[in-house]
């Protein structure tokens, strides 16, 4: 068995592209059930987001199957394989479970260290667990890849760094006020970068945004969406000395607020700071305005030397988390190489119990004045044995099975208790051998991760 990802992200496709194969939520099971029709495929997820749309699959086979979730894309989406393959990736095994843990910890997002990705891959989880499309294999790999997540944005500061300009700009803000709890501020401004700023000063606790725009009806759409206040640039401008934080982005080719307006604004409110951070370019405030007492004004160069501090900050928090990742591959691996060893436990502990309940008949039969109770304490009792022989062993086996010569200890332990017979039984009727593609189901080999991966897929993709 192998573990694949088949995808295309930020990186290697354009907007245009990725959003051709955008997986609307409602079609999602429809796409999973399509997806394990598709050859050599036992288990699937599927994580799409604006970002990157990825297929994980566990296999039988790993020739042709490039091709194989190829063809799937293109029966799915209507699109020509020759429109994106070479915008496509593919990693096996090792290489794949190393991406998952990646992506899963914001290290592969186009923000890194952003936590919306870690909330997706669970979801996506989810979903094809719900479908039942998901077995021994993704039940394991997915939980482990989710823990890993929340690990690495608990126990690391990866997060907690401002990397946009509009979140950088509140977290400055922050400093001077340490809260927004109350405040009041004013937007200059009604375009994407001022909808974000509005949010995150919402999120921090703001009590009241004003949004000033020289259209008032933009001012309108925007305020409505927050529950702000719209107004026009110059109606706001004659109340400064009514708001705490003055955040300026607009389009305007000269000084929006000059530093005289400033300075009459400030002598209506003595003694009390006004934080103003101009990330417009050309700049909307007077840089002269910084002169004027309790004034702190800040431009987008400040914001941008704040935003790759953090950048350079984040940077560090991933390369503890890489370390962690690594920790978690190297659990999985042994976790997948022990997989093997339960049929063979199983067989052992069917044939103990076969010979157990025989041992008891043949007594029994011979000790007919025996009572109820008697049989009870002699069946326990006998049990107990049965258990206490068979402990060492199956924990000498579980600890060989992890290692490099874990099948060959599988060999002989069949062969030295002669369970043969017992896996073949159980390989029949299904309780030892369990059927892949079914929840909470894969087969029982334990193969070992190879650790391959193919970066340039024309090649693999195209079979």
Known sequence: MHIIVVGLNYRTAPVEV?????????????????LMQTKSVLEGVVVATCNRTEIYVVVDRLHMCGYF????MEQWFGVK?????????IYEDEQAISHLFRVTCGLDSMVIGETQILGQVRSSFLTAQAEGVTGTWFNQLFKQAVTLGKRAHTETSIGE?????????????????GMFTG????????????ELTVK???????????????????????????????????????????????ISSTGADGY???????????????????????????????????????????DIDDLEGIVENNLEMRRSEAAKIEVMIGQELDEFQLWLKTLGVRPVIRALQDKANAIHEETLESLFNKLPELDEHQRKVIRRLTKSIANQMMHDPI??????????????????????????????????????APAPGANDKVPAGGDSIAPKTTLAPAGLLGG
């Open 18 to 34: 990725r959003e051709q194969f955008a997986f609307a939520e409602k079609d999602l099971p429809a796409a999973l059930h399509q």
């Open 200 to 246: 995150h000063l919402y999120s921090s606790g703001a009590a009241e945004v004003i949004v000033a725009n020289r259209t008032l009806s933009r001012a309108i759409e925007l305020a409505e969406k927050f529950s702000g206040k719209p107004s026009t640039i110059e109606e706001a401008l004659k109340h400064l000395d009514e708001v705490d934080i003055v």
């Open 183 to 194: 405040k009041r501020a004013l937007i200059l401004g009604a375009g994407k970068m001022s």
């Open 395 to 432: 924990n000498v086996i579980k600890e060989m099975s992890g290692g490099k010569k874990g099948n060959e200890a599988l060999d002989y332990f069949t062969k030295i208790f002669a369970l043969q017979e017992q896996l073949e039984a159980g390989s029949k009727d299904g309780s030892t």
């Open 69 to 72: 979730i190829r063809s799937f």
């Open 256 to 298: 929006v607020l000059t530093a005289q307006q400033v300075a009459e604004g400030m002598k209506r409110r003595p003694n009390r700071p006004l934080f103003m951070i101009d990330i417009a370019v050309p700049r909307d405030i007077d840089p002269a305005a910084s002169s004027v007492p309790d004034v702190f004004l800040y």
């Open 81 to 89: 394989s020759e429109q994106f393959t070479q915008h496509m990736y």
């Open 161 to 177: 760094s401002a990397v946009s300009v509009s979140y950088a700009a509140v977290e400055l803000g922050k400093r001077i006020f």
